[in-house]
């Protein structure tokens, strides 16, 4: 038995292998453009997406996640590169998941409405295929990039689409530039006082710093993350709270 579990396993691995190899026959990393071009577009200096303009170019995103549908990472890639299209990816198909439920005011009232069998939320959702494999959100953030980068930043830069997410950067993420784009992504979420309200003493914080708060504790105590990017430092005994989540959609 257990050499057929093991056997079974093995096979997944890889199928799962084999689905995230890329189809593109130079094997370079996928070219943005298209992605940056519809954020300078629709996505405002403070994070705002303009839904309603991705609707009238929803052929232009559907070309550039059909770019990512046929071109995964693999490891002849830098690290910076497979998680520059990792995080557009996720940020991308999140927007067209939003497209889909055209009008809904909250990205969590889609999986009330979506009446399929173990599917409870939209980031359970199997709507995206990258290199012939269907996945969702959950298997972006936690299957992939939580499990294959060390990286706790990327929690300023995955973008769930409410106003208490960090804000959509309106730049594609690029490998060449990513350690500086994910230190400002800190720098903007730490001192917006919609999501986080920092003094000397005392500290609300978003609950993405409590949610995840495993993954920045790995490198350093969130007092020295919030010390790091905010401008009003906090002392090392302030009390930590955490602000409510609003969840309401960071359109315009």
């Known amino acids: 038995m257990r050499l057929l579990l093991f056997a079974l396993a093995l096979f997944v691995s890889t199928l799962f292998t084999h689905a995230t190899t890329p189809n593109s026959l130079d094997n ?16 405002s200096e403070k994070g705002f997406v303009d839904y309603t303009g991705f609707k009238k170019d929803a052929a232009e995103l559907k070309k550039y996640l059909d770019l990512m549908s046929q071109n995964a990472p693999n490891d002849s890639w830098s690290k910076d590169d497979q998680l520059a299209y990792w995080i557009n990816a996720y940020n991308a198909f999140t927007v067209q998941l939003i497209l889909d439920n055209y009008g809904v005011k909250s990205i969590k009232d889609i999986g009330a409405k979506i009446k399929i069998p173990f599917v409870n939320t939209p980031w359970d959702v199997k709507f995206i295929n990258i290199g012939g494999k269907k996945m969702d959100l959950n298997n972006i953030e936690h299957g992939i990039i939580r499990k294959k980068f060390a990286e706790p930043r990327i929690h300023f830069a995955l973008v769930c689409a409410a106003k208490s997410c960090p804000k959509l950067r309106n730049e594609a993420f690029v490998g060449s530039k990513l350690n500086d784009q994910l230190d400002d992504q800190g720098r903007d979420f730490l001192n917006d006082n919609t999501k986080n309200v920092v003094s000397k003493d ?31 430092k906090i002392d090392k005994d302030a009390s930590i709270s955490h602000l409510d989540y609003n969840w309401e959609l960071n359109g315009k």
């Open 28 to 43: 370079k990393p996928v070219d943005h453009a298209q992605w940056n071009t519809l954020l300078k577009k629709y996505v």
């Open 202 to 232: 005392k500290a609300s914080l978003s609950k993405i710093l409590s949610w995840y708060g495993g993954d920045f504790t790995k490198t350093m105590p969130i007092i020295d993350w919030v010390n790091k990017y905010a401008k009003v």
